[in-house]
């Protein structure tokens, strides 16, 4: 299983950006997709949560600007964020539980990384 993602750049604040994510590969479903993201000298903290039945999950610092939502039948999350603040600035990865198939465990996937930065 693979996840690619895209979106990130340069936005200035109160700006607006979309990520993306797609995974592709031997999939039966896909329980939990979301985003997180790892500033500079920080751990790694989660953005957003969505099930594949729809419940989402936000880190208070997000809630009410950004939008966490997914297309089971594609395997794709997106993750609208608006009103961005600096703060906002960091690298996030998309995540992924896939069970490959029926019969296998669940195993957790991490997309690359894309980077955002919201600066003037």
């Known amino acids: 299983v693979q996840l690619q993602a895209s979106g990130g750049g340069l936005v200035q604040p109160g700006g607006s950006l979309r990520l993306s994510c797609a995974a592709s590969g031997t999939i039966f479903g896909i329980p939990l997709m979301g985003w997180y993201r790892q500033a500079p000298g920080k751990q790694r903290d989660l953005v957003a949560t969505i099930t594949n039945g729809g419940s989402t999950n936000y880190a208070d610092s997000v809630k009410g600007r950004f939008t966490i939502s997914r297309d089971n039948a594609k395997n794709t999350v997106c993750l609208q964020m608006n009103s961005l603040k600096p703060e906002d600035t960091a690298v996030y990865y998309c995540?992924?539980?896939?069970?490959?198939?029926?019969?296998?465990?669940?195993?957790?996937?991490w997309g690359q990384g894309t980077l955002v930065t919201v600066s003037s």
């Open positions: 995540r992924a539980d896939v069970l490959a198939t029926i019969l296998d465990r669940l195993r957790t996937y």
